[in-house]
C-alpha cells in the first residue's frame, strides 16, 4: 500500500473509483462511471494552495488560547488526533491538553499524501510530519509579529511560553487569544525556524490520548450517533448476490403498515425501509419477502451464483506459470539447477473482513441552498465528496463532507463502490425529502464488506551444500486491492499483490517474485497491512522450512542472511533480547506446558519489525502466551500510542492467524455476524512486550507494521510444537495433533 | 410503559418487543450505548439493570420495566463507575473507543459486585470484544480501579 498512490500516479490514469453501473434504479437512473480523484481535480484548479501551509486551514485559536485544530487525517482509534496536536503544539507552543482536534472537509489545504488524501498506508504522520511543524511555527511567529506591533517591540526580543507571547526584557506578556485577530491579517511566513528536536516537551513522550475521556464516558460521538432535525431512518435488505435487483415485493402493502414506517424502496440492488427509528426501519425492511432478479449479462462484479472460495482456491493453486516478475535478482534457474537440494512448499491465505465494531451509516441532509451534507465514516473525504456528488448530480463543490471519529476502520472506510453506505442514502433523502440516517445491520455488513482478498503461493528454494538458501522463487496467484481501486496495468504487477514477499531483506542471490492475475470475484479491499497481512505470513514460514531442511536454526538463519543489513540484525538481536534470548523449543515453561517460539520478520510501510512468539498447545487448542516485538519506525512522536498500536496490531494479527475466514458457498458469504465469523476474544489475547527502536531512519508508518509479523511467528511456533508445517490459514483448520508427516 | 434509566422516569410509548439498546438510542437520543452485533455477540450494548451487566440488544423493552436501568451517561455519578472511568483514562485504554462503553458497564457490574476481583473473576466478567484488542489495558484498568 505504500506504493498504491505513487503507482496510480506513475501510470497517469484517472482513479477508477467506480466500475459499476446502478442498473433499474427506481430513484432515478445513475451512471457511475471513471471519476477523476476530487484531490487532483482541485490540486489543478486551486494552484494558489499549497498544501499544508494556510495556517488558517488548519489552525484556530479560541479567545481563551485554546486550539482548534482540523486534520487532514481521520481519527479512528490510532492517536492520530493526539499526534497532530503533538506536533502542531510543539512548535506552536500550546500544550497539546489545549487542542481539540477535527477532521477536517474537504479542500484543497488537505491533500498532504502526495497531492492527494487519504487516511491509510500508515502514512499520516510522516507524510505531513514536516508540514505540521512547520504549520505551528509559521503560526507562533505571525502570533509573535502580531504582539510586536501591539507591545512596539522588535519581535526578536520576544520570546513564547505555551499560549502566550512573552518579551521578557519588560515582563510582559499577551495571551495567544488576545492576538489573533491582529495575527489573522498578517501573511504567513516564507521561512520558519523549527524547534531542536533535543527541546521537544511533547513530540516523542507519551502525551496522553485527547479523547480518552470522552470515549471511556460514551461522549464521543461517531457517525452512527449522530442526529439532525427532521430525520428519519433507514434500513436496507441487500440482494443476497451482488449484481441481483429487487423484483418483485411480495408483501409490499403489509410491510407499509407496520409501526413507524415512513415508506418502502427499491434501491440499486438493495430494497429500503424508511421509518421514525431503524428498529422498525429494519424489522420492516427484513420482513420484506423480495424477489431478486439475476444480474444481467453485462452487470460487472456480479457475484457469480456458483462462487465458492473453495474453487476459488483451487483456481488460485493450479494457476499455470511463473507470472509476471515483480522482484528479480541473479539468476534464480540456473541457481536453482545447482542447488544441492531443493525445498518446495506452497501456502493459502483465505479472504478476511474488517469486523470493526462500528456497523457503517451515513447521515444525508439536502440543504435549502441546494448542498448536500453528508456524514459518514470515511478515509478519504475528497473521494466521497466526489462519489457523493455524482450519486446526487451536482458539483462536488455543493457536497459537504464530515467525517466523524471511526468505530474502527482498519482499511474497512475507502471509496469501495458497493460496500458503502452513502449513495444509498443520498437516494432515499432525495427520495422521501427528509434527512436519512441509514445503518447497515452487522449481517449486512458482513454481505457487502469489502475483503483482504484471498491468495495462493508457491515457493521453491535452492540450498547450497551449507543448507544456505541461494535460490528463492515464488509464484504468487491473486489480485492486490491497490489494482482493483486504483487501476492495474495488465503488464505490471500490482505491488499489493506481492508485498512482504517481496522487498524482503535476507541476502539471497538469487531471487525471482512473479504473480499471475486472477480475477477475484469478490469485492476486495484494503485490510490492515494490505498485501503484508498474509505475504509475510507465506515468506516467513517457508523460510522456517528452509531453515529445517538446511538444518539451520531459523533464528540463527536469519541472523547469519542479515549479516549485511545492521538496521535489520539490530532489530532481530532487540526482539531476542526482549524475550530473554531466543529459545525454539519445544521446552518445558514453568507451569508445566510444553512450549515453543517462533520468529518473523516484516518490512511494512516504511518500518522495520521482528516478532517472536511463545505458544503451547492446550487441551487442543492453540494458546499464544506472549509476543515480543521489536519495532524501528525510525523515528517517533509518541511511545504511549505506537505500544497501544503494536498491542492492536498484534490482537488483529493474531485473530486472522487463529480464526478468521470469509466463506462463501453458492455465491453468499456463509457467516452474517461475529457468532459465524469469530475474532480474537480477551482470553484468547497474549501479553504484549513492545521494543521501540529509532534507528534514525526515514520515519516509517505505526498504524499497520505490527500485524504481519504474528501469524508467521505463531505459527512457525505451532510448527515447532507439532512436528507439521502449516501452509494454510487460520490456524482453526489445523490438525493440532503433534507429530506425524508434513 | 414507565422506564427508570439513570435515576429518571421515562414514559415510552412503543412495541414491547422492541430491544432496550433502541429505545436508548433513538427514542432517547442516549446514544452512548452502542450498536455492535444486535444478537449479544459483543457487548458493545452492555448496560446495568438493577447492577447486573445486561446486553441491551437482546433485552425487550417490557422486560425491563420497573427496573433501574444504569447507562454510561451516567457513569460518573456512580462512585464505582467513576473509578473504572479514572482507571480507563489512566490506563489510556480506548483506540477507537466505540466498545468501551460496554466495557467500563462490564467493569463497573464487576466491581459492584465483587469490589476484589481476581484474575478468573475478571476473565469471567470482561468478555466483551474489541476489535482494536484493548485486552490488556482493560485487566489492567480493571485491576487498578480495584485498588483505588
Ligand atoms: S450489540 Fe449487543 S452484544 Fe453486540
Ligand atoms: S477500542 Fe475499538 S473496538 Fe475496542
Not at chain 1, 485554546?66 to 506536533?87: D, K, N, P, Y
Not at chain 1, 449484481?243 to 427499491?266: F, I, Y
Not at chain 1, 424477489?291 to 462462487?307: G, K, N, Q
Not at chain 1, 515453543?596 to 520478520?601: E, F, I, K
Amino acid at each position: 500500500m505504500n506504493d498504491m498512490f505513487i503507482k496510480s500516479r506513475e501510470i497517469g490514469k484517472p482513479f477508477k473509483l467506480s466500475r459499476r453501473g446502478f442498473i433499474g434504479a427506481s430513484l432515478g437512473a445513475l451512471a457511475l462511471g471513471v471519476v477523476v480523484p476530487a484531490g487532483r481535480a482541485r490540486a489543478q484548479a486551486a494552484q494558489a494552495v499549497v498544501p499544508g501551509t494556510r495556517v488558517s486551514a488548519f489552525i484556530e485559536i479560541r479567545p481563551d488560547s485554546t486550539v482548534l485544530f482540523r486534520s487532514a487525517f481521520i481519527e479512528g482509534g490510532q492517536g492520530i488526533f493526539t499526534a497532530m496536536a503533538q506536533i502542531v503544539g510543539e512548535e506552536l507552543d500550546v500544550d497539546p491538553a489545549n487542542f481539540t482536534v477535527e477532521g477536517a472537509p474537504p479542500g484543497p489545504d488537505y491533500l498532504l499524501i502526495g497531492g492527494a488524501r487519504f487516511t491509510g498506508g500508515s502514512m499520516s504522520v510522516r507524510m505531513s510530519y514536516d508540514a505540521m511543524r512547520k504549520l505551528g511555527a509559521s503560526a507562533r511567529m505571525m502570533l509573535m509579529q502580531a504582539a510586536a506591533t501591539q507591545l512596539d517591540v522588535p519581535v526578536a526580543e520576544l520570546s513564547t511560553e505555551p499560549g502566550r507571547v512573552l518579551h521578557a526584557k519588560s515582563g510582559r506578556s499577551i495571551p495567544y487569544g488576545e492576538l489573533v485577530d491582529a495575527a489573522a491579517g498578517l501573511p504567513v511566513p516564507e521561512e520558519v525556524a523549527l524547534r531542536d528536536s533535543a527541546d521537544f516537551r511533547w513530540i516523542g513522550k507519551p502525551v496522553g490520548r485527547l479523547d480518552a475521556h470522552d470515549k471511556s464516558t460514551g461522549k464521543a460521538q461517531y457517525s452512527i450517533d449522530l442526529k439532525v432535525d427532521g430525520m428519519l431512518y433507514a434500513a436496507v435488505q441487500h440482494s443476497p448476490h451482488l449484481g441481483g435487483e429487487p423484483d418483485s415485493l411480495q408483501n409490499e402493502a403489509e410491510v407499509a403498515g407496520m409501526p413507524g414506517v415512513h415508506s418502502v424502496h427499491r434501491l440499486p440492488g438493495a430494497v429500503a425501509v424508511v421509518a421514525n427509528s431503524w428498529w422498525r426501519a429494519r424489522m420492516a425492511v427484513e420482513a420484506l419477502q423480495v424477489t431478486w432478479t439475476e444480474p444481467a449479462p453485462d452487470v460487472s462484479r456480479a457475484m457469480p451464483a456458483d462462487f465458492s472460495t473453495e474453487a476459488h482456491l483451487a483456481a488460485l493453486k493450479a494457476a499455470p506459470g511463473d507470472g509476471i516478475a515483480f522482484e528479480e535478482e541473479g539468476d534464480v534457474s540456473a541457481a536453482l539447477a545447482g542447488a544441492a537440494k531443493v525445498v518446495e512448499a506452497s501456502y493459502d491465505a483465505p479472504y478476511l473482513a474488517h469486523g470493526q465494531l462500528e456497523p457503517p451509516s451515513a447521515l444525508v441532509r439536502w440543504n435549502e441552498d441546494g448542498t448536500l451534507e453528508l456524514w459518514a465514516p470515511n478515509q478519504a473525504p475528497e473521494m466521497f465528496q466526489a462519489h457523493a456528488a455524482k450519486v446526487a448530480d451536482i458539483e462536488p463543490g455543493q457536497v459537504i463532507v464530515h467525517s466523524p471519529l471511526l468505530g474502527g476502520f482498519f482499511g474497512r472506510h475507502f471509496l469501495y463502490e458497493t460496500a458503502n453506505p452513502f449513495p444509498q442514502a443520498i437516494l432515499l433523502s432525495k427520495a422521501v425529502g427528509r434527512p436519512i440516517k441509514l445503518i447497515w445491520s452487522r449481517e449486512e455488513e458482513f454481505l457487502r464488506d469489502a475483503l483482504r482478498p484471498m491468495s495462493a503461493v508457491r515457493f521453491r528454494a535452492g540450498l547450497d551444500a551449507d543448507g544456505l538458501p541461494v535460490a528463492l522463487h515464488a509464484v504468487s496467484a491473486g489480485e492486490g486491492p491497490a489494482g482493483r481501486w486504483f487501476g492495474r496495468d495488465p503488464d505490471k504487477v500490482d505491488s499489493t499483490a506481492v508485498e512482504g514477499i517481496a522487498g524482503k531483506v535476507y541476502a539471497i542471490k538469487n531471487r525471482r517474485v512473479g504473480h499471475i492475475h486472477v480475477d477475484d470475484p469478490a469485492i476486495i479491499g484494503f485490510w490492515r497491512s494490505v498485501g503484508h497481512s498474509m505475504n509475510d505470513f507465506f515468506y516467513e514460514t517457508f523460510f522456517d522450512e528452509m531453515a529445517d531442511v538446511g538444518g539451520h536454526d531459523p533464528y540463527e538463519l536469519r541472523h547469519r542472511l542479515l549479516a549485511d543489513s545492521p538496521r535489520h540484525r539490530n532489530l532481530l538481536e532487540a526482539v531476542a533480547e526482549l524475550a530473554g534470548g531466543w529459545k525454539r523449543g519445544p521446552f518445558e515453561a514453568e507451569d508445566g506446558s510444553r512450549r515453543a517460539r517462533g520468529v518473523a520478520m516484516a518490512s511494512p510501510f516504511g518500518s522495520e519489525v521482528a516478532t517472536i512468539a511463545e505458544v503451547s498447545i492446550q487441551q487442543g487448542q492453540i494458546v499464544v502466551h506472549d509476543i515480543w516485538v521489536a519495532i524501528d519506525p525510525g523515528s517517533i512522536v509518541n511511545p504511549a500510542i505506537i505500544e497501544a498500536q503494536v498491542n492492536s496490531a498484534v490482537a488483529l494479527g493474531l485473530s486472522s492467524a487463529l480464526l478468521e475466514e470469509v466463506v462463501y458457498v453458492d455465491g453468499v458469504p456463509q457467516a452474517r455476524n461475529y457468532d459465524g465469523y469469530p475474532i480474537l476474544t480477551p482470553d484468547q489475547m497474549p501479553r504484549v512486550h513492545v521494543r521501540i527502536v529509532e534507528s534514525g531512519a526515514p520515519m516509517g508508518g505505526i498504524g499497520e507494521p505490527g500485524v504481519p509479523g504474528v501469524p508467521p511467528a505463531v505459527a512457525n511456533a505451532v510448527s515447532t510444537l507439532t512436528g507439521r508445517r502449516v501452509r494454510s490459514l487460520p490456524l482453526s483448520k489445523f490438525s493440532l495433533e503433534e507429530g506425524g508427516a508434513t | 410503559m414507565d422506564l427508570t434509566i439513570n435515576g429518571t422516569k421515562h414514559q415510552i410509548d412503543i412495541e414491547p418487543e422492541t430491544p432496550l439498546l433502541w429505545v436508548l438510542r433513538d427514542e432517547l437520543g442516549m446514544t452512548g450505548t452502542k450498536y455492535g452485533c444486535g444478537v449479544a455477540q459483543c457487548g458493545a450494548c452492555t448496560v446495568l439493570v438493577d447492577g447486573v451487566a445486561t446486553r441491551s440488544c437482546v433485552t425487550t423493552v417490557d422486560s425491563v420495566v420497573g427496573a433501574q436501568i444504569t447507562t454510561i451517561e451516567a457513569i460518573e455519578e456512580d462512585p464505582i463507575g467513576q473509578k473504572v472511568v479514572q482507571a480507563w483514562v489512566a490506563h489510556q485504554v480506548p483506540q477507537c473507543g466505540y466498545c468501551q462503553s460496554g466495557q467500563v458497564m462490564a467493569a463497573t457490574a464487576l466491581l459492584k459486585e465483587t469490589p476484589q476481583p481476581g484474575d478468573e473473576d475478571i476473565a469471567s466478567a470482561m468478555v466483551n470484544l474489541c476489535r482494536c484488542g484493548t485486552y490488556n489495558a482493560i485487566i489492567a484498568a480493571v485491576r487498578d480501579a480495584a485498588q483505588a
